[in-house]
């Protein structure tokens, strides 16, 4: 199924409970410097729209600068570019190709502006994908170039890594879903995995939860990377005492006959954040695959205990 140009605007419904959200993530393994950035439009019980932002930079090893907001009024008709939320703001340069990013602390001192550019098409996370119907949330995925500036207690420092953006929409119940996972590994320009996992209240462990996954590879030496969706995922993740994700091993095979693509992990920084009936466990791991050494974002959305 392709993704055509007009679903870079919002796609949930105006029902209440459904949102629509674009993610930014980027990690630059040499100048230490990771973060994550989010604008959300959502519907609630009234019908009145609302928006929403959250955006970490870890400098190293330590969590910078962390903000949240929500329930933002907006107009019915508002895009993602109308919303400014947690000192986050985005645009659009050319549809599936071209974006900027920019976040500013609370006390204005540290943050980043960067240019995201399409390195893939995108990687789509289909409606009747087996973590689409368990978490009620479908969307799409692209490998990107990101270079620009960040900021790190008003020292400013150049920004040139690989990242993701993602374009994420629908109506999850949380009742029915224990946690959500979003893994990424980005090994170069040509090579990179994206995983989204859901695990339903029904599920027991780890390995029963549902995965989809995306491998963006060149088919031919040289080449861009096209976006394979996967017949199959495995995910195994080790945990500390609280819950939050320390190392992990991905496998990801395109079909029958495919021999497997595998990468293995460990956190590099992360923090929680409280989000009210939810916590996210927002991470970086460093990884490695196919002799390469390469950063991702490695992010759980749960329930709050």
């Known amino acids: 199924m392709t993704v055509t140009p007009t679903e870079e605007r919002p796609q949930a419904p105006s029902d209440p409970g459904a949102s629509d959200a674009v993610t930014f993530a980027f990690g630059d393994l040499d100048a230490q410097l990771f973060g994550l950035a989010r604008v959300g439009l959502a ?72 240019r995201f550019e399409a390195l893939s098409p995108p990687g789509r996370l289909a409606p009747d994908a087996a973590a689409a119907m368990e978490g009620g949330m479908q969307g799409y995925e692209q490998l990107c170039r990101v270079r620009g500036v960040a900021r790190i207690r008003g020292e400013e420092r150049a920004v040139s890594c690989l990242g ?12 029915r879903i224990t946690l959500a996972r979003t893994v990424t590994a980005w090994m170069d320009d040509d090579l990179a995995i994206s995983l989204t996992g859901v695990r339903s209240t029904k599920a027991k462990h780890h390995a029963d939860e549902a995965l989809d ?93």
């Open 43 to 114: 519907t609630d019980e009234s019908g009145a729209r609302q928006a929403s932002g959250l955006a970490v930079l870890f400098g190293g090893l330590e969590p910078i600068a962390v903000r949240t907001a929500g329930g933002l009024p907006v107009s019915a008709d508002a895009g993602f570019e109308a919303v400014e939320a947690a000192g986050v703001r985005t645009g659009t340069h050319e549809p599936l190709s071209s974006w900027d990013v920019s976040f500013t602390s609370d006390d204005g001192q540290s943050g980043f502006a960067l």
């Open 213 to 305: 996954a995306t491998l963006f590879v060149a088919v031919e030496p040289g080449g861009s990377p096209v976006a394979l969706t996967a017949e199959e995922a495995r995910l195994s993740t080790t945990t500390d005492a609280d819950g939050r994700q320390r190392r992990s091993s991905i496998e990801v095979f395109l079909d029958e006959e495919d021999p497997g693509h595998r990468a293995g992990g460990e956190v590099l920084c992360g923090t929680s954040l409280d989000l009210g009936r939810l916590q996210l466990d927002c991470s970086f791991f460093v990884w490695r695959m196919d002799g390469l050494t390469g950063v991702g974002r490695y992010d759980v959305l749960r329930r709050a205990a």
């Open 164 to 175: 993701q953006r993602g374009h994420s929409w629908g109506a999850p119940d949380w009742e």
